[in-house]
């Protein structure tokens, strides 16, 4: 099975006032197509950032990524951005839901940003399979916060305009409480195992880290652990 | 069609409604301005002009050549004539002097003369003289001559018949020959009345009006054949006056003008960078979902242009219909009816519209495209970028270039910048003292009022400088326009002496003044008149002094001056250099810029010859007066004791009511050599014009004093958010609403305070510059301004702030809480 996700050797520092400060350090992994990765660690361990340089949102200081088998950190942001918008779909953990759109809007804005013409009936499809196709017209602030994050989940399944699909989901539960969170796990985990995408997580949660085929832990940006909980070798390649 | 699509759902959400609204009122009132002030200096200007019943006059002490007057015809321009003169007028046994016009067809080329037909009649506006054969007179001269309408006169050789009254005409003179009362004639009745004789005192004057370019190009075709007793009189040398008010007023409303620009400015860069702050989410979703800089970039400069297209199209309709209403409300004080809107008032609007977008609401937008797609995972919607420098010099820039064109002046221009320049660094200032203050003896409201000030002490930079240039921009026009009205009341006062009497010998001097005191009329003083000629100047023959280059050589020179002698110096006169005659007796003190024409010292020798005698005199003083006070006034006055023993008259001015004008008549039966000059009627057409500018400039400043109020309104809003979210943390916690409303109100009243005082700063200084570069007016300190400044930025931006944050005490927090997330 070929990787759908693979960094290495990743190293990223920032500058601050008192002086560099590394935030991640020497992380590899590999992640093959459909498989999920869960990445649990405490605050500041260092996983948002690295989920956030998985999907190209910014680059490295050192070290290579590949997503789709293209490299990413060799790429200027404007392909990255392109690359995000055929192939990757994000859940944030407090929806990030433009307040001026309708939930439909919202969920059609991925489509739009790619220029396609049946954005407005992929969205309301994707509303429906979440279960929000009564809710279609109503803006972010009408809707609870599980509405909420399904309108974000039905937006990332949206950004992938067919073939491989990569969703990065950071603490999708994280504003949500129990009932609600479980919910919309479980919905995360149906559609993607529907429509066969990746999946990388960041979350606190053991419980939402056990459903994933990989567990990465970090602390003070680097990998403490991975295992492969289901028994299969996809993180055979993971370095620690 | 992505950028519309957004457009337009962003508008539903409420979110662009700020920047397009900040965009619609700096089009509407820049727009709005434009047109008034357009089409009033067009009113105006063609108002003022009918003072010379022409566009230009030829002025001229004999007729001139006839092809001067066919290459005019020529050249398409309108022409009509007046030949002014005084002659004995008879009618059966009385004899009366008259000043006697006689017109051509076609005049007045502009304005109307007023006249009646019948005694008790109403008035009615004529665009012509009487007919050959026909006589119009002004009113009085009817007792005089006991004559009627209908009735025939005497003019020279010829009978006339009286077949109206006349009560006005445009372009009545003050001049020597247009003394007594006014006969009009017709100009073809002057050869058979033989009165013009070879050597007559006698005033041409030929009217033209017509195609600007083509005046100009005639004008400059007759200069070189000028002689020196012709003169070319535009408005500026016809009204000096008036012309000096309209181009004051000119100035203020074009001041006006920009100051609208610098607060739609300042509000539309408020609005810009609130909405830039609240899309840095957006942009970073946006940017996570694939959208690349170049796209983001695309959709918010589409939706910057859409929306700066409709906006500007609504501001231009909004300006054009306020004015319109505007001009319609005020028709009845105009005594001019507008001319019609011009193009080029909208394409001021257009400029500004794009101006202030592009300046103003550009920098933010190329900010928010350069938003981390990071911040989107670490929820962190603080914009981080440090290139703050496009916004600081591209905003300015555009707006001084806009300023700079709207005006036409680089005074005005200067003089805001002045103004800005202090005021900004004033704001940095303080910046620097919020930053640094120790805080922790203060307690209750002041230290959370403090607290929430130092936080924010960069953005309170930006605040303060926003507040403070919505007060400076009140500030300066409101004593911009007190200083105008002020000069204008003070320069034509209720009473100004209105009448002047010459031509008094000495011995009728006592019997005047007991006739006027009778009839409770106070007049100025009586000065004694000699008239001479100034020969040499240190010894040096007038003839080869010509020492001001740049002015040929001066008038005084070349003509007699009026010399006269006083104890007294007259209130509206200055020694500037020098001493009067409480301190030296001899001498002879100088209008300061004939002083200055001539090249004088303080003890040159000044020789003048009297009647064939000479006298010599050295410079005492120096001495500044105002021609505009009515009141007589020399070139040259004597110390006592040095002119006695010339034979003089006696000239003297003052007040007559209208209800006592007929004791001009009894003046004129009793005194017969005595001269009189009636200025009432043009007093009066003066001082409506100068009502309807001040007018103007009034309700101009209506308007601004709105923009400036809705500045401060956007302000407000550019910073509410996290305060409201403040205080529902802080009620959350347990704070009292009395504590919390009590910093809310010194917060922002301490805001206030600070963009007063700086705004008073920043006024006195615009202020300076304008009166001396733009308005001509002297330079006064303001205290005033030191006073209304911080108290009116108080009391505005304290309660605007409070008024606009009053949720966060009134509602629920958890309410607050909800709404702002």
């Avoid at chain 1, 969170?181 to 949660?205: C, M, P, Q, W, Y």
């Avoid at chain 2, 981390?372 to 496009?390: I, K």
């Avoid at chain 2, 320069?491 to 009839?519: C, G, K, M, R, S």
């Avoid at chain 2, 006696?650 to 004008?661: D, N, V």
Wanted: aromatic residues 6%; glycine residues 8%.
């Amino acid at each position: 099975m070929s990787a759908m996700l693979r960094a290495e050797n990743l190293h990223h520092r920032v500058a601050t006032s008192e002086g560099p400060l590394t935030l991640l350090n020497n992380i590899s992994l590999q992640l093959a197509r459909g498989e999920s990765l869960a990445i649990t660690g405490a605050s500041g361990s260092g996983k948002s950032t690295l989920l956030g340089l998985l999907a190209g949102l910014d680059k490295p200081t050192e070290g290579r990524i590949w997503l789709a088998g293209e490299e990413i950190t060799a790429m200027d942001e404007e392909q990255r951005a392109a690359l995000r918008a055929r192939c990757v779909g994000f859940v944030f953990q407090t929806f990030q839901l433009l307040p001026g759109l309708t939930a439909q809007e919202n969920v059609m804005l991925p489509s739009e940003l790619r220029g396609e013409r049946s954005a407005a009936s992929r969205a309301a499809e994707f509303l429906a399979r979440v279960g929000l196709e009564h809710r279609l017209h109503h803006y972010p602030r009408q809707l609870s916060g599980g509405e909420q994050q399904r309108v974000a989940i039905a937006r990332a399944f949206a950004s992938f305009s067919g073939g491989d699909g990569i969703l990065f989901a950071d603490e999708p539960t994280g504003s949500l409480d129990a009932g609600n969170g479980d919910k919309v796990i479980d919905l995360l985990f149906k559609l993607n195992a529907e429509s066969n995408t990746t999946l990388v997580l960041v979350t606190h949660e053991q419980r939402l880290a056990q459903r994933c085929g990989a567990h990465l832990r970090m602390a003070a940006g680097e990998i403490t652990a991975a295992d492969s909980l289901d028994g299969n070798d996809n993180l055979s390649e993971v370095s620690i | 069609m992505l950028p519309l699509k957004l457009l337009f759902r962003d508008w539903r959400g409420g979110e662009l409604a700020l920047i397009a609204t900040a965009l619609v009122l700096a089009v509407t009132c820049v727009t709005a301005i434009a047109h008034f002030t357009d089409r009033l200096s067009r009113a105006m200007e063609q108002q003022s002009l009918t003072f010379l019943a022409a566009e230009r006059v030829l002025r001229s002490s004999r007729p001139v050549d006839d092809s001067w007057l066919q290459e005019a015809r020529e050249r398409g321009l309108k022409q009509a004539e007046a030949v002014t003169f005084a002659s004995m007028v008879a009618a059966g046994d009385q004899f009366q002097f008259a000043a006697v016009k006689a017109v051509s067809d076609g005049y007045p080329l502009l304005g109307t003369l007023e006249m009646r037909s019948a005694e008790g009649a109403p008035g009615r506006q004529v665009q012509h003289g009487p007919p050959p054969g026909e006589a119009w007179v002004e009113p009085r001269l009817l007792p005089l001559l006991e004559l009627q309408l209908g009735d025939t006169l005497q003019l020279g050789d010829t009978t006339l018949t009286v077949t109206g009254l006349l009560d006005r005409e445009p372009d009545r003179s003050t001049s020597l020959f247009d003394m007594g009362a006014r006969l009009l004639v017709h100009v073809d009745d002057l050869a058979a009345a033989g009165v013009i004789q070879p050597g007559s005192r006698v005033r041409y004057r030929y009217l033209f009006a017509g195609d600007d370019r083509a005046l100009e190009q005639y004008f400059k075709w007759l200069k070189p054949r000028l002689t020196e007793h012709q003169r070319v009189i535009d408005l500026r040398e016809g009204q000096p006056r008036v012309a000096s008010a309209l181009d004051r007023a000119e100035r203020f409303l074009f001041l006006a003008g920009s100051l609208a620009v610098l607060l739609a400015s300042v509000a539309v860069g408020l609005a810009a960078r609130r909405y830039g702050l609240r899309h840095t989410a957006y942009v970073a979703v946006m940017k996570s979902l694939g959208a690349g800089r170049g796209k983001v970039l695309a959709i918010y400069l589409g939706q910057l242009t859409a929306l700066t297209l409709l906006a500007t199209a609504t501001g231009l309709l909004l300006g054009s219909l306020i004015q319109s209403q505007a001009v319609n409300l005020m028709a009845d004080f105009f005594p001019v009816e507008p001319p019609p809107s011009q193009l080029s008032p909208l394409l001021v609007g257009l400029a500004t519209g794009f101006a202030c977008a592009l300046g103003f609401a550009l920098p933010p937008l190329f900010r928010l495209s350069r938003t981390d797609p990071m911040q989107a995972l670490r929820r962190d919607w603080s914009n981080p970028d440090r290139r703050e420098w496009l916004g600081l010099v591209l905003g300015p820039t555009s707006m001084l270039l806009l300023i700079w064109w709207l005006s036409g002046s680089l005074a005005i221009t200067t003089a805001l910048f002045a103004g800005m320049a202090l005021l900004v660094g004033g704001s940095a200032l303080v910046n620097q003292l919020l930053v640094r203050g120790r805080l922790s003896s203060l307690g209750g409201a002041w230290r959370i009022a403090l607290g929430s000030l130092q936080r924010r002490a960069a953005f309170n930079t930006l605040l303060i400088a926003a507040f403070g240039t919505g007060l400076l921009a009140m500030l300066a026009l409101v004593f911009a326009r007190t200083a105008l009205i002020d000069e204008w009341r003070m320069q034509l006062p209720e009473q100004a002496p209105n009448h002047f009497l010459f031509n008094i010998a000495p011995h009728e001097v006592d019997p005047l003044q007991t006739t006027l005191a009778d009839n409770n009329i106070g007049s100025t003083e009586f000065y004694p008149m000699v008239r001479g000629r100034l020969i040499a100047i240190n010894g040096i023959p007038a003839k080869e002094y010509k020492k001001d280059q740049r002015n040929g050589e001066p008038n005084a020179l070349r003509r007699e001056l009026n010399l006269s002698w006083t104890e007294n110096l007259a209130p509206d006169n200055r020694i500037l250099e020098g001493e009067w005659w409480d301190k030296t007796d001899r001498g002879v003190s100088v209008e300061v810029e004939l002083a200055a024409r001539l090249n004088l010292a303080l003890g040159d020798m000044l020789r003048f010859s009297i009647g064939g005698l000479e006298v010599e005199a050295p410079v005492a003083s120096f001495r500044s007066l105002d021609w505009n006070s009515m009141r007589p006034n020399f070139y040259m006055i004597f110390a006592p004791g040095t002119l006695e023993d010339f034979p003089a008259t006696y000239i003297t001015s003052f007040y007559l009511p209208p209800e006592q004008k007929l004791l001009v008549n009894d003046l004129v039966r009793n005194f017969p050599s005595v001269s009189v000059i009636e200025l009432d009627k043009i007093i009066q057409r003066i001082r409506d014009t100068i009502a309807q500018v001040s007018l103007a400039i009034e309700s101009v400043m209506a308007l601004m004093l709105v923009a400036g109020v809705l500045v401060l309104i956007a302000g407000v809003r550019a910073s509410i958010a996290e305060r409201l979210q403040e205080a529902a943390i802080i009620r959350t916690l347990g704070g009292r609403r009395r504590l919390l409303l009590q910093s809310l109100v010194l917060e922002f009243g301490l805001l206030g305070v600070a963009a007063g005082l700086l705004a008073a700063a920043g006024a006195e200084a615009t202020l300076a510059v304008l009166s001396q570069r733009v308005f001509e007016l002297p330079f006064v300190f303001h205290p005033m301004l030191w006073l209304v400044g911080p108290l009116a930025g108080a009391l505005l931006v304290g309660s605007a702030g409070t008024l606009a944050c009053r949720s966060s005490v009134s509602q629920p927090p958890l309410q607050v809480l909800r709404e702002l997330a």
